[in-house]
């Protein structure tokens, strides 16, 4: 974890924490799942960057006790990073959320949908005559076929 004092703090760090770490995962209803966390599969993460405060991982933590969030909704990109974010909580005594992992919203080639792979906005969907229904169907929330390529994995 660069940041906190050189090669190997990861590796103590994941030895001061809890045996097992575990999250509670929400899927479309109530029924929670336990997941293992297993932040060794990480390695050594930063904590703090040359140009940052904190990184994205130390920073969403602190921010989510703080602003004592209850549900983190994410989508299935971040799954693992759970289990670095579940050893910060534990290391630094806050609470553990609970998290949904959505699905992503996928182009014809297979590659995620956002706004940094420039990939094309609502609004240029929009103008190409999709419907609010249509975008409801491609995301999965209406059953039917969308009119517009997009997948969801």
Do not use: C
């Not at 050189?6 to 001061?16: F, H, L, N, P, Y």
């Amino acid at each position: 974890m660069n940041g906190v004092g050189g090669a190997g703090d990861s590796a103590r760090a994941r030895a001061a924490a809890p045996a097992e770490l575990t999250w509670g995962e929400f899927g479309e209803g109530e029924t929670e799942a336990r997941r293992l966390a297993d932040p060794a599969a990480w390695g050594d993460f930063v904590l703090r960057g040359r140009n940052a405060a904190a990184s994205y991982h130390l920073g969403v933590v602190v921010d989510d006790a703080l602003q004592a969030i209850s549900d983190v909704v994410r989508g299935r990109d971040l799954f693992a990073a759970t289990s670095a974010h579940r050893l910060l909580q534990a290391l630094l005594g806050l609470p553990a959320p609970r998290y949904r992992h959505h699905r992503l919203v996928l182009d014809a080639n297979g590659d995620k949908m956002s706004k940094s792979a420039a990939s094309t906005p609502l609004s240029a969907l929009r103008s190409q005559g999709a419907t609010a229904d249509d975008l409801r169907v491609a995301l999965g929330f209406a059953p039917g076929a969308p009119r517009f390529v997009v997948r969801l994995s």
